[in-house]
């Protein structure tokens, strides 16, 4: 059925790791409503998208959540470190 709303019961069943999304949600709206007056939206969103490729990596070279593991490579750090870079020309 369409709107229904599951009960509090099976809210308070969630596992714990099931509110980080809406808890990084809030982080992420209140270092956006801090950080991009001060640096700019372009270089806010630059600064988390390298982040997550970073991250990206890391996750992919342990193979995390069962996926296959993928090997650091010249061309994939060297595509981030240019992401970094494009951060940093924007900024300056």
Do not use: H
């Amino acid at each position: 059925m369409l709107g229904a709303r599951p009960s509090p019961e099976a809210a308070r069943a969630l596992p714990w790791y099931a509110w980080i999304g809406g808890l990084y949600g809030a982080v992420f709206v209140a270092m956006a409503a801090f950080a991009a007056p001060r640096i700019g939206l372009t270089v806010f969103l630059m600064v988390g998208i390298a982040g997550q490729l970073v991250m990206a990596l890391l996750l992919d070279r342990i193979g995390a959540f069962g996926l296959p593991r993928v090997d650091l490579s010249l061309s994939r750090v060297a595509g981030v470190a240019l992401v970094l870079a494009g951060c940093f020309l924007v900024r300056r």
